[in-house]
């Protein structure tokens, strides 16, 4: 008989004013026993309305079913089938607008905590099996990924599956992208990533790091060394501002900037090399989850005061509800319907306020949102020291000024020929941020699987 529990099983998590000073994973994940409750929740439906909305296409009724059966490493092999990094996906995946926004459990109840599911079937697999990957038979064709972040580590798995021979190349000493630089460890610890990395390095990929595509090599030479294709996965890690005085003072960020000191650079260690400023007030611009990731980053380095400072309502914010809830569980204020003009300095030239003006919502506009307008009279000034800026990222330009016949839009985004990935260049494929913008980690990895899926025909179409 199914688990009827109109609610899903809740996760243990960590006291909020403990880790709101400690840089520890929030969520604690569920106990074998909770899972297989949770798992016991999944009515099997027949159409499946799971799968089509998970973009990597995950068999979610069938590996939940081995949850249930207590068969873990048969729930494990189902999903690594279609995701190369199954203990993130479970941890930073929006799957209640994806996946679990789709469960018919969710029609007079709560949804089957699907990623929930996923984390504890990585996480228990990693704590316990004792198989080896093994290095998949060459088919004797070697292709080149630009980047080795989640679009670009997925194509790599599943190219090296199918036989090639694939080098991945990161611009940063680290393989993982945004997982490693951008995502704090209190949601996404980095041993857990560097395992998911190693995986695909036991499967036979190689990763070359310091390796600046467009600088140290082209890809018309990446090409000469006897690749066949090229993926660019390269994402989007150029900042955007305001352009409004005062931007170039000292305590002005971008969120780019300030994750990247914490999250690899270890800033709010003692002994760091790279220490951050000790902020006493701080404002992040902006409501996606990169803004709340950074508010929660400078609460634990031990900032008293972290303002959200959004000029939408609460209800437009862009980050995963999970996030807005546990940044208000860890004291940060949420200032809505505020926008800033001005950063104000003090004669050292540093960061002494915000000025800003209160905002109030007119009709939808092209995003389908309804628009913020200044309300008349309004400006006040928010007393901050630090400023970080999350408004948004772009493409890198250096790839696309270095090859010739690389066509993008106005954005800098690379251009494709639909969902196959294919460039206007012949045989370079690309996805992922460098081609959408800033967008999700499970959006970058669908877009390696389907552009992995466009070279091996490629390439077999050549023989």
Known sequence: MPNMNPKKCEMPVQDPLVRNKNFKEVALGYTYEM??????????????????????SIDIPAFIKKVAEEDMEGAYEILSASSALPAVCG??????????GKCVRGIKGESVGI????????????????????????????????????????????LAKLGYKVTVYEALHVAGGVLMYGIPEFRLPKAIVQKEIDGLKAMGVDIETNMVIGK????????EMGNEAVYIGSGAGLPRFMNIQGESLNGVYSANEYLTRVNLMKAYKADSKTPIKKSNSVAVVGGGNVAMDAARSAKRLGA??????????????PARKEEVEHAEEEGII???????????????????????VEMELGAPDESGRRRPIEKANSEFVLDVDTMIMSI???????????TPGLDTNRHGCIITNGDDGLT??????AGGDAVTGAATVILAMGAGKQAAKAIDEYIKSKK
């Open 115 to 158: 990623g929930r599911l996923e984390r504890f079937v990585a996480d228990y697999h990693r704590e316990h099996s004792k198989v080896v990957p093994t290095v998949p038979t060459s088919n004797g064709h070697k292709v080149a990924i630009i980047g080795a972040g989640p679009t670009g580590l997925t194509a790599a798995g599943d």
């Open 216 to 223: 140290v090599l082209t890809i018309d030479e990446l090409f």
């Open 424 to 429: 206007s260049r012949e045989g370079v494929y």
């Open 91 to 100: 941890r930073v995946c929006p799957q209640e607008n994806q996946c679990e």
């Open 392 to 402: 948004g990222t772009s493409p890198n330009p250096l790839i696309r000024s270095t």
């Open 334 to 356: 949420f200032k809505t319907l505020t926008n800033p003009v001005e950063v104000l300095g003090d004669e050292k030239g540093m960061v002494c306020g915000m000025k800003c």
């Open 304 to 317: 008293e005061k972290v303002y959200i400072v959004y000029r939408r309502g609460m209800e437009e914010l």
């Open 35 to 56: 899972a297989v409750e949770e798992a016991k929740r999944c009515l099997n439906c027949p159409k499946k309305p799971c799968v089509n909305a998970c973009p990597v």
